[in-house]
């Protein structure tokens, strides 16, 4: 056997029993996931950190094989078969194309799921609480403004200038004006918040 072929069958093996039985593939899709999201979705980060990850569980775990549910080819019915796992080791762990291997894992966060959906939802209403606050402190640096130019203005006066360019100008933000004027709080413009980037769905590499 060549180091191609040597290359080929143990990444073949490693992978198989990986996916062994349905829960396992699925543990590995969930500790896939969670390495993705951790890593803001990025592809090649993911992939190789993931590759790491399932280089040394090979390398430094004792695997025992296993009995695993299998359907019986050309029946509904379902057998018990024991399976081996491959015998991986820190010297012939090279011959593995891990890379290959975490790419499989990894296709499960290519799609559209429920999980990603959330989080970039979860981007959108943080970023809107954040506006909304920038556009409240803008208001009341505005409130500010009018203050400064003119300090013979009631409270009321202030609101109806204010309104001129901002219709959800309201009292509260001229009495926060006040209450900074009086306590000498800078007097520098709100910096505008920059908006969260959606997260991208996995970008395989070799699939």
Avoid at 13 to 38: D, T
Wanted: charged share 30%; aromatic share 10%; glycine share 4%.
């Amino acid at each position: 056997m060549d180091g191609f072929e040597a290359s080929e069958h143990l990444t073949t093996a490693v992978m198989n029993w990986l996916a062994r039985s349905y829960e396992s593939m699925r543990e590995w899709q969930r500790i896939g996931k969670e390495i993705f999201f951790s890593l803001n979705g990025q592809s090649d980060v993911a992939r190789n950190r993931l590759a790491s990850v399932i280089r040394k569980h090979f390398v430094e775990t004792t695997l025992a094989p296993e009995e695993v549910r299998r359907w019986r080819e050309g029946s509904n019915e379902q057998v018990v078969m024991k399976v081996s796992p491959p015998k991986i080791s820190a010297s012939n762990s090279a011959f593995v194309d891990w890379g290959y291997v975490a790419d499989y894992i990894l296709l499960a966060c290519a799609a559209v799921s429920a999980d990603l959906e959330e989080e970039n939802q979860r981007r959108v209403d943080e970023f809107r609480q954040v506006v909304e606050s920038y556009e409240i402190r803008v208001a009341v640096f505005e409130a500010r403004m009018i203050i400064r130019q003119n300090r013979d203005l009631t409270d009321d006066e202030v609101v109806k200038r204010l309104k001129e360019g901002n219709r959800k100008a309201a009292l509260a933000h001229v009495k926060e004006a006040r209450r900074a004027e009086r306590n000498g709080v800078r007097f520098t413009p709100p910096k505008p918040p920059a908006a969260s980037s959606p997260m991208p769905r996995y970008t395989p590499y070799y699939f």
